[in-house]
């Protein structure tokens, strides 16, 4: 799963299937597969705005989507999309709504995982940072306090 969320995108490999979604933009209509293709693309981009763009073009096929096969790959890679972003609370609802789909999606399974352990260590991580920023700041006070003591 983790190669899933850490892939990059080769910076040539967007600039192609941005030119491709952009050639079809101008000529009025843009073909499904270029759309989906180019939003993988920018949310495997090094880029938030990218990923934001690619998460926004996935949810307007979403909203056209008319088989649920296409919904749920959509609402998968926008699960995707949200995790790069490190909107963990936004992709679980995206990887909760492909599991009401089909309960038994191992993919939807593994990100669903995936995310919470994300949640967990993020978390920590915050509250190891703001744990020390405490201490260093109850510590400058007690220095302050000793110094006004002399």
């Not at 989906?36 to 938030?48: E, Q």
């Not at 990218?50 to 919904?71: C, F, H, I």
């Not at 940072?129 to 000793?146: C, D």
């Amino acid at each position: 799963m983790e190669s899933v969320i850490e892939d990059n995108i080769d910076p040539g490999d967007l600039k192609k299937f941005e030119l491709m979604y952009n050639d079809q933009y101008r000529r009025g209509h843009v073909a499904e597969k270029t759309q989906f293709d180019y939003a993988w693309c920018l949310i495997r981009s090094r880029y938030v705005e990218d990923m934001k763009r690619g998460v926004s073009l996935l949810d307007d096929l979403l909203r056209t989507a008319k088989d649920d096969m296409s919904k749920r790959d959509y609402l998968y890679y926008i699960a995707v999309g949200y995790t790069r972003l490190k909107d963990y609370e936004r992709a679980l609802k995206y990887v909760d709504a492909i599991r009401h789909i089909e309960p038994s999606n191992h993919q939807a399974r593994q990100l669903h995982n995936y995310i919470k352990k994300k949640m967990e260590k993020d978390g920590l991580m915050g509250m190891a940072i703001v744990g020390g920023a405490a201490l260093a700041l109850g510590g400058l006070v007690g220095l302050g306090i000793a110094v006004l003591k002399k």
